[in-house]
């Protein structure tokens, strides 16, 4: 390995353990991953527990995506985790010491992406696991049985482990492009207003576009729209966009976000 490769990895070791130490001790950090994960399995299970399937044309028609319904919820709770990991240093000005310390600010920035995103899958598991856990306790007691053709979920059947997996690489994404937008604005006030305008604002679009064909083109492009097709089990062939398309057109999103958080990080003042 060549000297500047050497250390190009040892200005990331030494910033990955200055991001994970941060994180940590950031007040409210596990909290917020705590509420993560308790709002998204609690939203799921309140909507497993308000349906009821005494007949076919009452029953929802995919229970894997009915199970994740909680992940509208958590997506808020990340993007707000996200945009703190870096918003809350520019608000208490700690970010000239960053700076100072680790003057490689792309590195800096991919050692915050990295932690961030670590954080995030291992609190996205456990929240997608405990929602599909909830519906398969629950919605058998409001009709959706075998019986009534609605199998058990679970991850052994391939369909619901991609929507499983999907889901928590969304999590993940989202953490990404909060944390691109925050490095872009700096303002944590003015950076969750963006992450959360841009989630949930392409739903609105879509819901009053003037033609069928509008409305489709909006959920194509909407992050959150389009995203959360990877949760998807039936009907596939009717979808907008396909379920790992829709999750591509997120992670353009991401990828655009940190782009451009990383381009004003580098050409700009602390």
């Not at 000297?3 to 990955?16: S, T, V």
């Not at 996200?82 to 000239?96: D, P």
């Not at 058990?152 to 994404?173: F, I």
């Not at 872009?184 to 576009?209: D, T």
Request: glycine share 12%; with cysteine.
């Amino acid at each position: 390995m060549s000297r500047p490769r050497a250390a190009a990895g040892r200005d990331m070791a030494c910033a990955l353990r200055a991001e994970w130490t941060k994180l940590r001790t950031l007040p409210g950090a596990g909290w917020l991953a705590l509420g993560g994960i308790a709002s998204t399995v609690a939203v799921s299970a309140m909507v497993s527990a308000a349906l009821s399937c005494t007949s076919s044309a009452g029953c929802h028609p995919d229970l894997t995506r009915l199970s994740l319904t909680g992940t509208e919820a958590g997506q808020a709770v990340v993007a707000i985790a996200a945009v703190l990991a870096v918003g809350g240093e520019y608000g208490t000005g700690m970010i000239a010491a960053t700076l100072t310390a680790m003057p490689r600010r792309v590195t800096m920035l991919a050692a915050k992406a990295a932690v961030v995103t670590g954080l995030t899958l291992a609190a996205g598991t456990v929240a997608v696991l405990g929602c599909l856990l909830a519906g398969r306790l629950i919605l058998p007691g409001h009709g959706y049985t075998p019986a009534t053709g609605y199998p058990d979920l679970s991850l052994a059947d391939p369909v619901v482990l991609r929507a499983a997996a999907g889901t928590v690489l969304y999590l993940a994404l989202i953490a990404l492009l909060s944390l691109g937008v925050a490095t872009a604005l700096r303002e944590p006030a003015a950076a969750m207003g963006a992450v959360l305008g841009l989630l949930y604002l392409f739903p609105i679009l879509g819901q009053v576009a003037g033609s069928p064909g509008m409305a489709r083109h909006i959920e194509q492009a909407g992050p959150m729209t389009a995203g959360l097709e990877i949760q998807a089990s039936t009907g596939l062939n009717g979808l907008p966009i396909g379920p790992w398309a829709g999750l591509g057109v997120l992670a353009a999103w991401a990828a655009a976000a940190l782009l451009a958080g990383g381009t004003l990080l580098r050409r700009r003042d602390a």
